[in-house]
């Protein structure tokens, strides 16, 4: 296929007026030429969501690999989404001002060469480093992802492109386990744990080639400036935040830790200060506050809070249980998280394609509803389970639960940003970004605290009557944040849904050619 077939050479009277001025550098595929430059942007997400928990599996066989002390596994998972989260806004921000493509191409060659990088730490130390800047290049890739979609993807195809990537996005999150099990397992070619970070490579480099080739460059309507000042206070309070719940519960919770935390929350009221007041001004803020005055952003970010707060939870007491509580091996306790994955594959196709255009935003309430079913399903289960449980008990609860994720991971991003203008698509794809990833922090950290004070508090010997207790006080929590998640998507529109696609006009027509 030509370039004259599947590009147009450039915007026309015709063309949705939001796109005006921010297909300022390339022009917008078509046909195949815009499948492959999804595939591209889907292939970056992918990489970087199972990076974000394909290394918790395998932390006991990198332990003896690296001969790793117990804080520096910790730092090994906590490095990457503190990292990612600190530089999310700022990596919107400079796609905003510099081109949405060249960032992010340079953060998916940033994030693949640092994935060889982890592959081949020679220390526990450099492997945490490494993490650390795999974690910003993914900050500076990831926020173009969604606003790229938006911008090669007119007003009525949009909600179900988001949906699409956001289902996939959280079948992704969700296999990270079970891929990080099967390739520590398979052992390929000797490396060991070694290659759930050097997979990335042929990947990165496929996605980049496409991304050259075919994901058009756009900017923001207006040239936004880089606040620095934002960017510092931003980034020191978010890490300030950050720090002491990722590590408090393994430092013991000292008062410096309490002490920087408060640190950080002031910090961030400033910072939402100061960002009022320029968008007040007629000044370009680093984040659009304004944005949460609209109730799909501001109810999507609710339900998005809620969701990624319980799954990063979720994911590690249930490896902990596993194979602490019930002595199975990383291949067993990772494969024992495919049934959710499956069931949130299908049902989050499901759920974007058709309960969302029919009963809108009910399908987010629905899904909530079936993941606390689901959870306390498994808690159940738990309840009587021991080293001799085999794993078909646990099938009921996973799949459910994931049944219940997967109604809700797709259409909430198209809910949330079908509606935002494009001039604001970075930021908003930032914000949203660094919501599930503020979340899934914050819900390790506390979920994760409560967990073990209940496996410190235990007296029994036997593993499974130790963590097993843990782990059901970690399930009830997640029901109970599901059943919040219900009632913050009753904040969307009654009228929030995917729209079909309209019958083709003359216009569309020319916008396809």
Same mark, same amino acid.
């Given at each position: 296929?030509t370039?004259?077939?599947?590009t ?17 550098r390339s022009?917008l595929?078509?046909g ?20 974000? %928990?394909?290394?918790n ?5 990198i332990?003896?690999g690296?001969?790793?002390?117990a ?18 806004i ?9 081109g949405?493509?060249r960032?992010?191409?340079?953060g ?8 060889a990088?982890?592959g081949?730490a020679?220390t526990?130390e450099?492997?945490?480093?490494f ?17 790229s979609?938006q911008?090669?993807?007119?007003p $009525?195809?949009?909600?179900?492109a988001?949906g699409l ?8 999150a969700?296999?990270?386990?079970v ?21 990335n490579?042929p !990947?990165?480099?496929f996605?980049?080639v ?6 058009p460059e756009s ?5 936004p ?8 206070l ?5 890490l300030?935040?950050?720090y ?12 410096w ?5 408060? !640190?950080? !929350?002031?910090?961030l ?5 100061v ?5 007040s ?43 602490a509580?019930l002595?199975?091996?990383?291949l067993?306790?990772?494969l024992?998280?495919?049934p959710?994955?499956l069931t949130t594959?299908v049902?989050a196709g ?7 255009p ?7 309430m629905?899904?909530?509803a %079936?993941?606390a079913?689901?959870?306390l399903?498994m808690a159940? %289960?738990?309840?009587?389970?021991d080293a ?6 646990f099938?009921?609860?996973?799949m !459910?639960?994931?049944a219940g994720?997967?109604l ?15 001039? $604001?698509?970075g ?7 660094t ?7 914050a819900?390790v950290?506390v ?7 209940v ?7 036997v593993p ?13 929590i997640?029901?109970?944040l599901?059943?919040l ?11 929030a849904?995917?729209?079909t ?7 569309d027509h020319h916008?396809?050619?």
């Amino acid at each position: 296929m030509t370039a004259t077939a599947t590009t147009r050479p450039e915007p026309t009277e015709l063309d949705p007026p939001a796109l005006e001025g921010v297909i300022a550098r390339s022009a917008l595929p078509v046909g195949r030429a815009r499948t492959i430059a999804l595939l591209s942007l889907f292939l970056a997400s992918t990489m970087e969501l199972l990076d974000n %928990t394909i290394v918790n599996v395998a932390l006991p066989t990198i332990e003896s690999g690296l001969g790793a002390t117990a804080s520096q596994l910790q730092w090994m998972v906590a490095a990457y989404p503190l990292a990612f989260a600190v530089g999310l806004i700022t990596g919107s921000r400079l796609g905003d001002l510099l081109g949405r493509k060249r960032m992010f191409v340079a953060g998916l060659v940033g994030f693949t060469v640092l994935s060889a990088a982890c592959g081949l730490a020679p220390t526990p130390e450099a492997l945490v480093v490494f993490r650390a800047l795999q974690g910003l290049a993914s900050a500076a890739m990831i926020p173009q992802v969604l606003s790229s979609i938006q911008v090669m993807y007119a007003p $009525h195809e949009r909600a179900k492109a988001m949906g699409l990537f956001t289902g996939l996005a959280g079948t992704a999150a969700v296999a990270g386990p079970v891929v990080g099990a099967l390739l520590t397992e398979a052992d390929i070619l000797g490396i060991g744990w070694r290659s759930i970070f050097l997979v990335n490579v042929p !990947v990165g480099v496929f996605a980049v080639v496409a991304a050259l080739r075919w994901v058009p460059e756009s900017v923001a309507v207006t040239r936004p400036r880089l606040d620095a000042r934002g960017v510092a206070l931003l980034a020191g309070s978010l890490l300030a935040v950050l720090y002491p719940l990722t590590m408090g519960r393994e430092l013991g919770w000292p008062a410096w830790v309490y002490a920087v935390m408060a !640190v950080g !929350v002031v910090g961030l009221v400033a910072f939402v200060s100061v960002q009022r007041r320029s968008e007040s001004s007629g000044r370009e803020p680093l984040v659009a506050l304004s944005l949460y005055r609209g109730r799909a952003f501001a109810a999507g970010s609710g339900v998005y809070t809620f969701m990624f707060a319980a799954m990063g939870a979720l994911f590690i007491a249930q490896t902990i249980y596993f194979q602490a509580g019930l002595g199975w091996s990383v291949l067993k306790a990772g494969l024992a998280g495919l049934p959710f994955a499956l069931t949130t594959t299908v049902t989050a196709g499901l759920g974007v394609a058709v309960l969302g255009p029919r009963i809108g935003r009910r399908v987010l309430m629905l899904g909530g509803a %079936t993941w606390a079913v689901g959870a306390l399903v498994m808690a159940a %289960t738990v309840h009587g389970a021991d080293a001799s449980t085999l794993t078909w008990a646990f099938l009921p609860g996973l799949m !459910v639960s994931g049944a219940g994720f997967g109604l809700m991971v797709a259409p909430v991003g198209a809910f949330t940003l079908a509606d935002v203008p494009v001039e $604001h698509a970075g930021s908003a794809s930032g914000l949203f970004s660094t919501t599930g990833q503020l979340a899934n922090a914050a819900g390790v950290a506390v979920i994760g605290t409560v967990f073990f004070s209940v496996v410190d508090a235990g007296s029994s010997r036997v593993p499974s009557e130790l963590f097993g207790p843990a782990f059901q006080v970690a399930l009830c929590i997640v029901a109970g944040l599901m059943v919040l998640a219900g009632l913050a998507a009753r904040a969307f529109p009654a009228t929030a849904g995917l729209a079909t696609a309209p019958e083709p006009t003359d216009d569309d027509h020319h916008q396809q050619g």
